[in-house]
């Protein structure tokens, strides 16, 4: 597995890059922390801001949606631990949680942003996008987005993906537009009717041969 550090673009299927890092609550060797979870790993821009203050927050408040769902998360910003515990003050006073995740700083979470493309230098030399990478047990990178500095994440919408994730491993099947958990899904295109059969036994409907509709697994 290549460790270097220039700024290469991590692509769906991927190996996740291993690294060592300094974090809120000690030293993170990244792939022993993940263990065998998934892992939400995220960017933020800075610290003692106010998005980013909300966006840490809700991600404590979704303790137990994390958990539910064997997944870690962890932040990354490029300001340093002795900040971060500063400011994990604020976050919990102010957005009325217990922060209990780290967050990667120091030189290490610099290595690593750089490793994962978290930094956009058009956007900024020096500042960590908001980057989200959905990592499996096996470290592959899943799924990832990526807004900038001004627009607050929906973990609501983070915590759908990983749910239609998990689901589509489990039940071989893909989510349509706008799917939730219970909702409708779709039959692959690479599974045959007579597979289907066997695989879906709550049955499918068919409203174009390419376009077959189960009830969720
Ligand atoms: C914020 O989190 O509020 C923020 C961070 C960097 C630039 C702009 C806004």
């Not at 998934?38 to 800075?46: A, C, E, G, T």
């Amino acid at each position: 597995m290549s460790t270097t550090l220039e700024n290469k673009a991590l692509r769906i299927n991927d190996v996740a890059l291993d690294f060592t890092a300094d974090s809120s609550e000690g030293k993170i060797e990244f792939h022993k922390w993940a263990g065998d979870s998934w892992v939400v790993f995220f960017s933020h821009p800075k610290d003692f801001t106010p998005v980013c203050t909300t966006e840490l927050g809700e991600v404590a408040r979704k303790s137990a949606e994390w958990k539910k769902r064997n997944c870690k998360v962890i932040a990354l910003s490029v300001d340093g631990v002795e900040e971060h515990k500063k400011w994990t003050a604020d976050i919990n006073e102010t957005q009325n949680t217990k922060l209990d995740y780290p967050i990667l700083g120091g030189q290490g979470a610099k290595d690593a942003a750089n490793l994962y493309g978290m930094i956009h230098p058009n956007a900024s030399d020096t500042f960590t996008v908001r980057s989200v990478f959905f990592i499996d047990p096996k470290k592959k990178i899943r799924a990832q987005i990526t807004y900038p500095a001004a627009v607050g994440r929906n973990f609501d919408e983070i915590l759908r993906v990983v749910d239609a994730l998990q689901l589509c491993d489990r039940a071989g099947v893909a989510t349509p537009v706008n799917w939730k958990q219970g909702g409708d899904c779709i039959i692959p295109p690479s599974v045959s009717d007579e597979d289907a059969k066997k695989k879906f036994p709550k049955g499918f409907k068919t409203l174009k041969p390419y376009l077959r509709v189960t009830p969720q697994p």
